[in-house]
């Protein structure tokens, strides 16, 4: 009964099976064997167009070190308040890039606008100012909410105009996938994305994440980045063998729908309780609530573990995963209609 986070679950059978596979036999080492070629060829196939895949074991560095490669030490990044790279990686897109300064920007359900983007990028040329170099996208976000097809070209449009590289955090990229139901070309390269930080690990991997890059001469350093930031695995076919059954017989897709219907489930029932209302739309599989503090609590003492005060008092926040099953949305649900009632009863 674990809503905490899409991290808390295994692996998926088809990845395992795939790394035992993989496990028979020699293969050349730090990312020169024919899986992980393969697998960057089946990444072109899946975006439609050339690209460079490297493959690194955590989304941390993966967007770290996407975003040193298309940010100087003295360049600005700009993100929402709430990105990941903001409050939730300790500091490495500053430490990969040698300083570079990340300027978080306000937005509502956890996303930026075009206008603020456009009145936030300054100082260009100006020796005394960080120089504007990227913006750096969620999608989904921190909210669970998704930026549509045209929201993602205004604010790479915004970007072109004033000289920014435009980078997306996909580490749920497979659920904003399915539920803005378009093409993984149509949500990245094609609305405007330099670089693609792919996570899989969240969806069904055991550790596995991909740099995509679509401007490939962002790409002419990445290997050496990634080298120095301990990424180049000896093994890399193991991550490779990950990446090879999440994309095979769309395990992907799969995964992300089932998570992101579970949540669309889970949010239902929890906001037509008394006392509870959505704090962003549920459009992946997080769900974020208002939810009144007794019920919360009663919740928690019943052995459901999600978090509390996620976004402030008040506010929680529930995650379902590719594993989770409709009997745990049905128990938790059916436990915080009783609850609920007693909580209205004692008020």
């Not at 570079?100 to 100012?129: F, R, S, Y």
């Not at 919740?299 to 409709?326: H, I, K, M, Q």
Request: proline share 5%; charged share 20%.
């Amino acid at each position: 009964m674990n809503f905490a986070s899409d991290n808390i679950t295994g692996a998926c059978s088809e990845v395992l099976q795939a790394i035992v596979r993989h496990n028979e036999g020699p293969a050349l080492p730090y990312g020169d064997d024919p899986l992980t070629a393969a697998v960057e060829a089946r990444l072109k196939e899946v975006f439609e167009t050339d690209l460079v895949a490297l493959p690194v074991v955590t989304g941390t560095a993966c967007n770290a070190i996407a975003l040193s490669c298309m940010t100087p030490p003295y360049g600005a990044i700009y993100c929402h308040r709430d990105a990941h790279i903001h409050v939730d990686e300790c500091g490495a897109p500053e430490l990969f890039t040698g300083g570079a300064k990340l300027i978080p920007l306000e937005g509502g359900d956890a996303k930026l606008t075009p206008e603020a983007l456009e009145a936030a990028v300054m100082g260009a040329g100006v020796v005394h100012n960080p120089q504007p170099a990227a913006v750096s996208l969620s999608q989904g976000t921190e909210g669970g909410t998704l930026y549509s097809l045209e929201e993602i070209a205004a604010l790479s449009a915004v970007a072109r105009r004033q000289g920014l590289k435009v980078h997306m955090d996909g580490a749920r990229f497979a659920n904003a996938l399915v539920a803005q139901d378009c093409t993984p070309a149509e949500m990245t390269w094609q609305a405007g994305v330099d670089v693609l930080s792919f996570g899989a690990t969240k969806n069904g991997c055991l550790a596995a994440e991909a740099l995509l890059f679509f401007d490939k001469t962002l790409a002419v350093e990445a290997h050496f980045r990634r080298k120095r930031a301990g990424q180049l695995l000896s093994k890399m076919r193991f991550v490779s063998a990950q990446l090879e059954a999440y994309l095979e017989n769309e395990v992907w897709l799969r995964n992300a729908r089932h998570a992101n219907a579970m949540a669309a489930k889970l949010s239902s029932g929890l906001c037509a309780l008394p006392g509870v209302s959505a704090l962003h739309p549920t459009e992946i599989n997080e769900v974020f609530c208002r939810m009144p503090q007794a019920l919360t609590d009663a919740l928690l003492a019943a052995g459901f573990v999600f978090y509390d005060g996620y976004f402030g008092p008040g506010t929680v926040r529930l995650v379902c995963a590719w594993n989770t099953s409709e009997e745990s949305v049905d128990a938790l649900l059916d436990e915080a209609a009783r609850l609920a009632e007693r909580v209205q009863a004692a008020e």
